[in-house]
């Protein structure tokens, strides 16, 4: 089982920065690709990005390309992200994930994730 926390959200201004982290309970995080998820009121969750198990690999939504970096430090169990450039509409609760398949077909699917965290509060003010 693994758990996952994330933490760095919060109140940020339009067009502000906002960095998210979470750590992993596994000793063997290297093992997963790890990606983030947000989810706003009244929508569905929405994949945002995604890094392979060793980093050498990263793939984002459209919608952040340019804009959101994902990262991960294996040392550390953690994987990051990077939020710059901020708009209102991505005010959500963003989740850290967990996943063994690291296959494009399957990057949106929330099905194809094994774990997720409780989710970190960002909001975006106008």
């Known amino acids: 089982q693994v758990q996952l926390v994330e933490s760095g959200g919060g109140l940020v201004q339009a067009g502000g920065s906002l960095t998210l982290s979470c750590e992993a309970s596994?000793?063997?995080?290297?093992?997963?690709?790890m990606g983030w998820f947000r989810q706003a009121p009244g929508k569905e969750r929405q994949f945002v990005a995604i890094?392979?198990?060793?980093?050498?690999?990263?793939y984002y939504a459209d919608s952040v390309k340019g804009r959101f970096t994902i990262s991960r430090d294996n040392a550390k169990n953690t994987v990051y992200l990077q939020m710059n450039s901020l708009k209102p509409e991505e005010t959500a609760v963003y989740y850290c994930v967990a996943t063994r398949i690291y296959y494009s077909d399957y990057f949106r699917r929330t099905s194809n994730y094994d774990y997720w965290g409780q989710g970190t509060q960002v909001t975006v003010s106008s």
């Open positions: 596994e000793g063997t995080f290297s093992n997963y690709a």
């Open positions: 890094i392979s198990r060793t980093g050498g690999s990263t």
